[in-house]
Nanobody, 124 residues
Framework: HVQLVESGGGSVQAGESLRLTCTAS????????LGWFRQAPGKEREGLAS??????TSYADSVKDRFTVSRDAKNTLYLQMNNMKSEDTGIYYC????????????????????WGQGTQVTVS
């Protein structure tokens, strides 16, 4: 069972940057698709970005060119968020699954088996 823990959330002003980190409890997440999701107030959770085992990334149109997803050799997952906007406010979740990543715009909760507890990001 993979445990994921997000960190790095907080409050920023529009136009500023923030980096989220997600650490995994197991080394075998090297073989997992890793992704970031966001749940904005009053909205359903949506996929933002994913990175596959070969480094292939996928982004939602709403964050493309502003957010960068990456993973390191220790399988820590990152989300670098630049030029943040008020609509980026929400709870951010990292997720993992043993199957290869698909396009994030088509991914739903059911496509990922493991989830973190979420971290709040507020942009004002």
């Amino acid at each position: 069972h993979v445990q994921l823990v997000e960190s790095g959330g907080g409050s920023v002003q529009a136009g500023e940057s923030l980096r989220l980190t997600c650490t995994a409890s197991e080394k075998n997440t090297a073989a997992y698709c890793l992704g970031w999701f966001r749940q904005a107030p009053g909205k359903e959770r949506e996929g933002l970005a994913s990175v596959d085992t070969d480094g292939t990334t996928s982004y939602a149109d709403s964050v493309k060119d502003r957010f960068t997803v990456s993973r390191d050799a220790k399988n820590t997952l990152y989300l670098q968020m630049n030029n943040m906007k008020s609509e980026d406010t929400g709870i951010y979740y990292c997720a993992a699954d043993s199957l290869p990543c698909g396009p994030i715009r088509l991914q739903t909760d059911e496509d990922f088996n493991f989830w973190g507890q979420g971290t709040q990001v507020t942009v004002s």
